[in-house]
């Protein structure tokens, strides 16, 4: 064989193994991705893993079914500890044990998790207007981080951004069940409510950087709040009006009670005319349905029925808000979604900030 031919056969090898290899790489499919988040929360401090090929979800085989791996030493009584030595080595052991070492990890901490420590310093208030939640990081919770890093010997992230965040998810989310919204169906505005803080988010259009705001909530119908609230809210909106609004998480509680299955026009939109879907509410249902609302049916939910009696605090914020849409005709055209978490072909789809620590954390 003379070289040219040695050299043609050479390059024929190669060409063909690229080629099984890219035929490979495509039959192959998405590549399984996982993360752990250690979310520091209004609640406490747990460990969530999450995994998935096309949608990052909570992994079924960690903590009980649910991905959840709950901190020792914090509790919703006792959300915020002052060692960090001994939080670090209890996370550290969730993640030996649950052969979890060789997964990537983002510390995320919340808005009401830095609200409950003691700040000197009025711009770690998340009510103020100037408050940057990443200048405003526990002291613990950065040693925590760092000892952490240290003994495990790998770089973790760290994200503060929870309006952010949670939006992400809510989009993702509500994008992997009912596809994208269309540009005609922005602006879009997301209304969250956690264990202690709220998040407002304004996306202007598909790709825009989102607007948002972060108060912590208050059992309150005082002027000073209802002002608070109402300057929060449209300040993002800057004299727009979305046309399409998601009240998500713990407002999304608050709205679909088990007492509104009694009421036949909100009944037939949100569950679609579905029985099975209507017998599972219960007093610990979590409102899946991606069902398009009216304003209308929203403000009859919070005025209509008997109170929402969880949690306070969500209430109070959740009428204040429905009133100032009212009265400033936000969203009077507007499609509203409201959902804690989304179901598809009878599968669970999570949302939430952690999970948007997570998406954030593959990207």
């Known amino acids: 064989m003379n070289m040219h031919s040695f050299s043609m056969l050479c390059l024929l090898l190669l060409t ?8 490979l790489v495509k039959n192959a499919g998405p590549i399984e991705r996982k993360a752990v988040v250690v979310e520091f929360g209004g609640s406490g401090c747990k460990v969530v893993v999450y995994s998935g090929k096309e949608y990052l979800e909570p ?4 903590g009980e079914q649910d991905g959840v791996l709950r901190v020792p030493g914090f509790s919703k009584k006792k959300p915020i500890v002052e060692d960090s030595e001994t939080a670090a080595a209890n996370i550290q052991k969730l993640i030996t044990e ?26 770690c208030d998340p009510n103020s207007p100037s408050y940057v939640a990443e200048n405003c990081i526990p002291d613990m919770v950065t040693d925590t981080r760092e000892k952490l890093q240290a003994s495990m010997k790998k770089s973790i992230a ?8 949670e939006a992400m998810s809510v989009m993702a989310g509500f994008g992997h069940v009912e596809g994208a919204l269309a540009a005609s169906q922005y602006p879009v505005l997301i209304l969250l409510g956690g264990s202690t803080s709220s998040q407002l988010v304004f996306i202007p259009s598909p790709g825009a950087a989102p607007l948002s705001r972060t108060f912590i909530m208050q059992n309150s119908f005082k002027v000073p709040y209802k002002t608070l609230v109402e300057q929060k809210l449209m300040e993002i909106l800057g004299g727009s009006s979305p ?11 608050a709205i679909v009670r088990p007492e509104l299955i009694s009421d036949a026009e909100f009944s037939y939109m949100y569950f679609r005319n579905d029985p099975d879907a209507k017998a599972r ?5 979590k409102p899946n349905q991606a069902a398009g609302l009216a304003f209308s049916n929203v403000e009859s939910s919070v005025h209509r029925f008997l109170p929402y009696r969880r949690d306070a605090k969500v209430w109070a914020t959740l009428q204040i808000l429905v009133d100032i849409m009212a009265q400033n005709s936000v969203g009077e055209d507007a499609t509203f979604h409201v959902f804690k978490e989304l179901t598809k072909s009878g599968h669970i789809v999570k949302v ?6 997570a998406m954030q954390l593959m990207r």
């Open 352 to 357: 939430g900030a952690s999970h948007g620590a």
């Open 16 to 23: 063909s193994c690229g080629f099984a290899a890219r035929v």
């Open 98 to 123: 649950g052969e979890l070492d060789d997964y990537p990890i983002v510390f995320f901490v919340s808005g009401g998790h830095i609200a409950k420590y003691p700040h000197t310093d009025p711009l």
């Open 158 to 165: 760290i994200e503060t951004d929870e309006a952010k965040l």
């Open 243 to 253: 046309k399409s609004v998601f009240f998500c998480s713990n407002f999304a509680f």
């Open 281 to 285: 509410v219960t007093e610990k249902y």
């Open 59 to 62: 992994d079924p085989t960690k």
